[in-house]
DNA sequence: CTGCATCCGGAACGATACTG
DNA sequence: CAGTATCGTTCCGGATGCAG
């Protein structure tokens, strides 16, 4: 992209969880392994999010090599959704992440 | 925000930093204590940072509690920033963002 | 030097309908 | 069940010009 962000590979991690939902696919598929599509939409029940959005993030994430995708020709058809290893070298950053949120929700009561 | 960010305090933590440059922006700081404005923006000379988008981002972390803004009364006017003591104990995160990075980078040479 | 105001283009996001 | 297609909206980011 820029010629620094070879110094800064943060950027690189940046985008690769650019999306208003990646962290929570991600935080999903950690904690429950193998997940299939309808699952995790499930999961976000109460929330927005929309098939669309969850297709597109989880191309994005297959595609940047984060999650893997098991498709079984079945009727219906079942796909499955898991962390590859590098996927799951991510969780303890984002459990360093989380960490961290609590920390300053301690600190930063009043606000969102 | 929604009902589940209080499980995943993992989103406010990427709202505070949803921006282009503003993990690249607490990076310079943590790097160099105190920045004037002028030297941030030096900082970001090759790439296409706009003093809108610095001012802007700057605002946002100085209202989340992550950069201090000191205002000297002068003529010309000098305005130095750094990091708050929240803002500084998120510099173990980015850290752990950019060993991932670097990992990551060490793994998918092949691509962006 | 530092920062604000305005306009604008494109990307991200969202709702709905349709397909194998 | 697991998507794709289309459309509309919102918002982020960039360029320029102005102000204290």
């Known amino acids: 992209m820029k010629e620094w962000e070879k110094d800064c590979p943060i950027l690189l991690t940046q985008r690769l969880i650019s ?3 990646k ?3 991600i935080w999903f598929l950690a904690q429950n392994n193998v997940m299939r599509f ?3 939409k499930n999961a ?3 929330s927005l999010l929309t098939q669309k959005m969850l297709t597109q993030h989880l191309k994005d994430l ?7 995708r098991q498709v079984y020709n079945e009727m219906p058809p ?3 959704y898991s962390l590859t290893p590098t996927g799951k070298s991510f969780i303890p950053v984002l459990e ?3 960490k961290w949120g609590q920390h300053y929700m ?3 009561t009043d606000e969102a």
């Open 19 to 21: 999306g208003k939902w």
């Open 106 to 108: 301690h600190i930063h």
């Open 96 to 98: 360093h992440m989380e």
């Open 23 to 25: 962290l929570s696919i």
């Open 78 to 80: 079942k796909v499955e």
């Open 44 to 46: 976000f029940d109460d």
């Open 62 to 68: 297959e595609r940047d090599h984060l999650v893997n």
């Open 38 to 40: 309808g699952e995790l």
